[in-house]
C-alpha cells in the first residue's frame, strides 16, 4: 500500500513485489544453502517446477514447543550497497557486455543497441516508458544459455574487467560494517548470478539481483517479475530483512541515485555516495550523510554516467574490431 500511496500504479507494485520476493529468496537461500534439501540453492523460480517441500514433521511434542516471543534471538543490523556507481565505477551490466562480446556472444550492433537502450533507462527513468527495452536488452545476455555457463562467465569477467573498478573508498565503508559483524548485501539490476560473484569476490554476505526465469536449467528469457531497480529495490530488501531477522531502523544504505531512494528510505541510516543531482538534494533535505570519492572533474559530470559509459564501451569495441580485422589481415 506504501508503493501506491506514492502514486506507483498496481501492476508496477505487483511487478516490483515479485521481483523483491525472487531477488529475497535467492539471496537468503545462496547465503545458507545447507537450509535446503541437498544442500544447494533453489529460488524456485524455474518455469514448471516449485521449490521441494521441507522436511516432514511428526505430531508436536514437548521439546518442539516453539520458545516464547521474548527469548528469540534480537534483531539484527546489516548494510546495503548499490552496485553501479556506488560500489563499482560505471555500470556492472556494461563491463559484463564488453566480456560476452569478446566472446563472440553478440555482435556490435547487438551491444551498440543494448548500450543506447540503457542509456535512455537511466536517464529518463521509469516515466520515459523505456523499462520494457531495458528489460529486453538485459535478458538478451542470458536467453538460451545454462546458470553454470553464466556463473563461470561472471567469474572470468570480474577478473577481466570489474575487479579495478571498486572504488576504495566505498569497499573501506563495506569492511566497517563486515568487521563489525554486520551483514552487508549488495543491491543491484544486474543478473542475481553475476551479483552473487562479485558480492562473493569483494568478501560481502551475498547479493539482490534480477531473477531470470529458468527451464531445465536454462535462461528462459523472462523476468521473475522485473528488474530490480527503484522499489522493487525496497522490496528486495524488505523481504530479505524478514528473512534474515534484520531490524531495518538498524540498518544503512548506500546509493548513488535516485532512483533508490526508496530503498534508502528503508532504513535508519542512509547514505547518498557519488550522488546524482537529485539525490545530492534530497539528502541535504533530509539531512542524510553524503559521501563522494569521485575526483572534482567527474563529481562536475553529475547526470551523465551511463553517456559516459557508452563512450567507454564504444571505444572498446572499435579497438576489438580493430584487433579483429588486423588479425583477419595477417
Known sequence: MALLRRGVGRN????????GEAAAAAAHATAHPDELPGGRPDTGAETGTEAGPGPETGPETPGDTPEPAENEPPLLGAAFFDLDNTVMRGASIFHMARGLYARDFFDTRDIARFGWQQARFRLGGE?????????EAALSFVKGHTIEEVTALGEEIFDEYMADKIWPGTRALAQMHLDADRQVWLVTAAPIEIASTIARRLGLTGALGTVSETRNGQYTGRLVGELLHGEAKAEAVRGLAAREGLDLADCSAYSDSANDIPMLSLV???????PDGRLRRHARRHGWRTKDYRTGRKA???GIPAAAGIGAVAGALAAGTAVRRRAALV
Open 268 to 274: 535508519g541510516d542512509p547514505c547518498a555516495v557519488n
Open 300 to 302: 562536475a559530470r553529475i
Open 12 to 19: 508496477s507494485l505487483t511487478r516490483a513485489v515479485t521481483a
Open 127 to 135: 516515466h520515459m516508458g523505456h523499462v520494457g527495452d531495458a528489460q
